[in-house]
């Protein structure tokens, strides 16, 4: 998923997680070096009690080949990268400066040479340039193999590579945003990289795209195409900060077998009134790549429009996730928006729902998700955050995609194991059921403290910060996990660590029984930090 930088009931179709591996901590080898064109990364690889697993199904980020995704989070100044069947841990780091702060601020992943490994894509848009200096970011392109992520293999790209169009400049963040999928339905996962910081012309941070197609080596330069709102067919034109390509999916909206991307302009402000709407486009695959011809667009208001007392703000702020949540044969574009004002509501947050077809994009009054929707807990509050993080995929194993919307900044109140009252910005996730006639919420919210869910609500946790879709055990639904970067780590009562210096904690939610309710684990930063890698605010981008 690709994540923004700067920083009583439980979930139904949830059965308990098993718990990451526990670092080493004994004997773990120094982090190594690595530099490709003039830019750095350290990588260090720590053991860890290994366990035979395997399993099957649909994969992402199988980066040793067993059956079952791993796990990929952002820290403060890196990555850290979990195996399901355990081994080892491998730690991605930054070299040092304002840049190291920002590696990791995208992650993705995909098979993009074919060879049945996934490769990790890690964004760093702070990254300095090795060739001009200046800030323009860069992205690091691990290969997956049977031992995991093959560090010696790794590779790099920014705008100064051979092959890359545009010109490296200042604040272009070039890897702000990621997403892979195979466009051409050549078998291969393809990557799409965003620039929401691109100047076009003389217009600062109108934002571009650049699409690489994949051979049978991995992501290929050849032929990579540059895309921005001054490229044909593409709707709108470069105004400043429009940040197009600022968030990015890539799913099958259609029935013709290539992959489509959709593309956010969080900044995007139709007739230059009033707070950014945003937009978001979707582009068609097809044999040859991205076909832009036809491109179809939704702008905020239209959602304005369709559900009276919802203002969209930054539209799909939140990030874009795809998935087939009503079985016929089409992915469902969703776009987390946690500004929208909501029944009068600051920032109360909203989901759009884009369905999928061969027409286009479909609004209705439907086509909004917030907590003004009939079934869904609780009501709209300002700061809440609803839609904050989305992930798609199928967690109650019924074969429908469900949707898992992240709510960080929503309030608990009298949460289990804490004091009676409130807790400020605690934050829930919510789980939407897919069916044949479209979304509906499913059991209540899930925070900490509640049945089976690991610690206790604490102010500032933000539990819901980041979600994702995987497979981590290979059997039943799909698996969800939720981050809480806020996490305190400290028992109830003991002063909480500064901002931004908090642990943080990821939880392993895997699917099931669509009837079974609840059922979590829990790792946090402090288990998985090592020597010469803290792991502060572990979980910030999944």
């Not at 952002?74 to 920002?102: E, Q």
């Amino acid at each position: 998923m690709n994540r923004k930088y700067a920083a009583a009931a439980a979930m139904s179709g949830i059965v308990l997680a098993v718990p990451g591996p526990a670092v080493a901590h004994a004997a773990a080898p120094e982090a190594r070096t690595i530099t490709r064109d003039g830019a750095s990364i350290t990588f260090q690889r720590v053991a860890a009690p290994a366990t035979q697993r395997s399993g099957s199904g649909p994969v992402t980020s199988d980066f040793d080949g067993d059956g079952l995704d791993d796990i990929a989070a952002a820290a403060r100044g890196g990555v850290v990268v979990r195996y399901s069947s355990g081994g080892h841990v491998d730690y991605l780091g930054g070299t040092g400066g304002g840049d190291a702060l920002t590696l990791g601020a995208a992650i993705t992943s995909g098979d993009f040479d074919n060879d049945g490994y996934d490769d990790l894509v890690v964004g760093n848009p702070a990254e300095a340039d090795g060739t001009n200096r200046t800030v323009a970011g860069g992205l690091w392109i691990f290969p997956g193999s049977a031992d995991g992520l093959r560090a010696s293999a790794v590779r790099h790209l920014n705008q100064s590579s051979a092959g890359v169009p545009g010109d490296a400049e200042a604040g272009d963040e070039f890897g702000g945003a990621l997403a892979a999928g195979d466009i051409n339905g050549d078998g291969r996962a393809d990557l799409a990289v965003g620039l929401p910081g691109e100047t076009i012309g003389t217009v600062p941070d109108a934002g571009g795209l650049v699409m690489f197609l994949s051979d049978a080596r991995g992501i290929s330069t050849t032929g990579a195409r540059w895309l921005d709102q001054g490229t044909a067919y593409v709707p709108g034109s470069p105004t400043p900060w429009d940040r197009f390509g600022d968030r990015l999916a890539i799913g099958h909206f259609n029935h013709d077998g290539y992959g489509d991307l959709a593309i956010a302009s969080t900044g995007e402000n139709e007739g230059g009134t009033g707070a950014s709407r945003g937009m978001v486009n979707l582009i068609l695959g097809a044999g040859t790549g991205l076909n832009v011809i036809g491109v179809f667009s939704v702008e905020g208001d239209d959602f304005g429009t369709a559900a009276p007392g919802v203002r969209p703000v930054r539209l799909g702020y939140g990030g874009l996730t795809m998935a087939d949540t009503d079985k016929d044969g089409a992915d469902e574009l969703f776009a987390g928006t946690p500004e929208a004002v909501v029944a009068g509501a600051d920032r109360a947050g909203m989901v759009a729902v884009l369905k999928g077809g061969n027409d286009g994009f479909f609004v209705t009054p439907s086509s909004v998700l917030t907590r003004a929707t009939a079934g869904v807990p609780d009501d709209p509050r300002a700061g809440d955050g609803f839609g904050a993080a989305v992930a798609a995929g199928d967690v109650t194993g019924d074969g429908l995609g469900d949707l898992v919307v992240g709510v960080p900044g929503q309030d608990v109140v009298d949460a289990p194991g804490a004091p009676r009252g409130t807790v400020a910005d605690a934050g829930v996730t919510s789980l939407f059921r897919g069916t044949a006639t479209g979304l509906v919420p499913h059991g209540g919210d899930i925070s900490q403290g509640y049945e089976y869910v690991d610690g206790v609500a604490e102010p500032g946790d933000r539990f819901g910060h980041d979600v994702r879709v995987l497979n981590l055990d290979g059997r039943d639904g799909l698996d969800a996990i939720v981050s809480s970067p806020g996490e305190h780590g400290t028992d109830l009562g003991a002063p909480a660590p500064p901002p931004g210096d908090t642990p943080g904690a990821i939880y392993e939610c895997l699917g099931g029984d669509p009837n079974f309710m609840y059922g979590i684990g829990c790792t946090t930063g402090t288990e998985v930090a090592t020597p010469g890698f803290a792991a502060t605010v572990y979980g910030y981008v999944l």
